[in-house]
């Protein structure tokens, strides 16, 4: 065989190797992830050793992937986030009043986020406030364009900084988060709690 020909093999020997190593490496990483969504759902505090063991991967191969606890708690809320961006672009907040529009996109933002809230608690645990901030950079985004839109529509008050709004809308729903996790109401309880008030944060007062 010529140097040419010994060339393609060895690459084709190396592509095939190397397919089913990317393959594994995939099947590793989601099964940490739902791994840790459980664990993370039953206790904020779970371990690296507790996530390896229900992943059923060495603590090795779960460095290799995630070289921290907070790196896999900041894929972790990437992808619940992710959820939130799919769900706020089927809410069409185009259209209609911005202010129902803005509700509605609590509202349907608030049952995936109660679905992970433990998981996200443990986040906000472990990376710095900034970080976590950032990771909402879509939904506050989407959350600025819909107030600006209120403000054209006369439905959402202009006396107010839109940054402020933005921002108060952001911690209000922290906070119902952190009412839930303390168990001071039922995620119902503060999901009614939060449309009343950030209707009467949000709407143009009345003349």
């Avoid at 907040?93 to 998981?119: I, K, N, T, Y």
């Avoid at 996790?181 to 949000?202: M, N």
């Amino acid at each position: 065989m010529d140097s040419e020909q010994h060339g393609g093999a060895a690459k084709a020997r190396g592509g095939a190797s190397a397919h089913p190593r990317r393959a594994d490496a995939e099947r590793n990483i989601a099964a940490i992830l739902a791994a840790a969504a459980r664990c993370f759902g039953k206790d904020p505090n779970a371990s690296m050793t507790e996530i390896a063991a229900a992943a059923g991967v060495g603590r090795v191969t779960l460095y290799g992937h995630f070289s921290s606890r907070e790196e896999l708690l900041g894929r972790l809320m990437e992808r619940a986030l992710a959820e939130v961006t799919i769900a706020m672009e089927a809410a069409d907040l185009a259209h209609g009043p911005a202010d129902e529009a803005l509700l509605a996109f609590v509202r349907s933002s608030w049952q995936l986020l109660d679905r992970g809230l433990r998981m996200l608690h443990a986040a906000r645990r472990a990376l710095p406030a900034e970080a976590v901030k950032d990771h909402h950079e879509g939904p506050l985004s989407a959350m600025d364009r819909l107030i600006a839109r209120g403000r054209q529509d006369g439905t959402i008050r202009d006396d107010l900084p839109t940054g402020w709004l933005v921002d108060t809308v952001y911690a209000l729903v922290l906070l119902a988060g952190d009412q839930v996790e303390a168990g001071r109401l039922t995620s119902r309880q503060a999901l009614a709690a939060l449309e009343t008030t950030l209707a009467s944060l949000v709407r143009r007062p009345a003349p």
